[in-house]
C-alpha cells in the first residue's frame, strides 16, 4: 500500500471549485487559497466587475480562475452559475458558500439603529433570502453533479452568532445613538448549521461532505473603540485577520479532513470557548 504524504493532500490539482460570493472579503481570500492549491476556481457574487476583479487577478498570477455573476436568491441564476461552470471545467468538486448579508459596523457600512420591535419585515426577508435560501438553492444546483462523480465537498460559512447571542454592548458608542446586530443575523447563521447537518447526514453514503466553518469577527477598518471591545472579548485578544481562515477553508474542501462530515469548525479566537 503507497503511502500518500498528508501536504499531498490538502493538494487540489484538477479540481473545481465554487466560491459565492468571491468578491467578498474572505471569498477573495478563499478564492485565492483554492486556486494556489490548485483548483480551477469560479468567483461567483451579485457584484459582477468585482467578481472579474478578482478572478482576472488570480489569472495574472498565473492560476486558474473565472467569473461568474450570480443572484443566489433567484434559482435561475444559481442553476446558469452551476451549468457555466460545467461547461468551462466539465467538472465540479467543491462549493464554498460564503455570499451573505451581514450587518458590519465598519466605517464603510456605518451603522444598524432598528430596535428588535421595530425591524423591518422587509430586511428580515431579504436576509432569510439571502443567507439561507440562497445557501439551500446553492447546494441543491451542486449535487447532481457531485452525484454523477460519486464525490463532492460543501462548505458553509457560519458565525460565532450562530453558537451564540451577539453581545449588543460591543456595538453601543458613547454619545452616540444605540446600534444593534439585527436578529437575521444570528438565526439565519443557525439556519446554515442545521442546513450543514442535514445535508451531511442525507450525502455521507454518497460521498458528498458537508462541513461548516464559522469565524469570529473579521478585522475591517473597525474603529478603535469597537476593536478594543472585541479583542477584550477573545482568547486571543484580537480580531482575526482576512486571512486566518484560509488553512481551515483549505482543510475542509481537500481530503485532508476526508473522514469529517456535518461539522462546525470553528475559528474564533476562543471566543466561544469561554
Known sequence: MSHTSIFDRFKLDQRVAIVTGGAGLLGNEFCRTLAEAGAGVVVADLDETAAQRVAESLQDEGWQAVSVKVDVTAPDSVRA???????????LDILVN?????????????????????????????????????????????????????????????????????DQRLYQHSGQPPQYKPAYYPVTKAGVLGLTAYLAAYYGRQNIRVNALTPGGVYNQHDDEFVHSYSARTMLGRMAHKDDLNGALLFLASDASQYMTGANLIVDGGWSAW
Open 81 to 91: 452559475m452551476v451549468a457555466q461552470t460545467l461547461s468551462i471545467y466539465n467538472r
Open 98 to 166: 460564503s455570499a451573505a448579508l451581514d450587518p458590519k459596523f465598519d466605517p464603510q457600512h456605518g451603522g444598524h439603529s432598528n430596535t428588535f420591535e421595530d425591524y423591518p419585515i422587509e430586511l428580515w426577508n431579504q436576509a432569510l433570502a439571502v443567507n439561507l435560501t440562497g445557501v439551500f438553492l446553492c447546494c441543491q444546483a451542486v449535487i447532481p453533479s457531485m452525484l454523477r462523480q460519486g464525490k463532492g465537498v460543501i462548505i458553509n460559512l457560519a458565525s460565532i452568532y450562530a453558537l451564540t447571542a451577539p
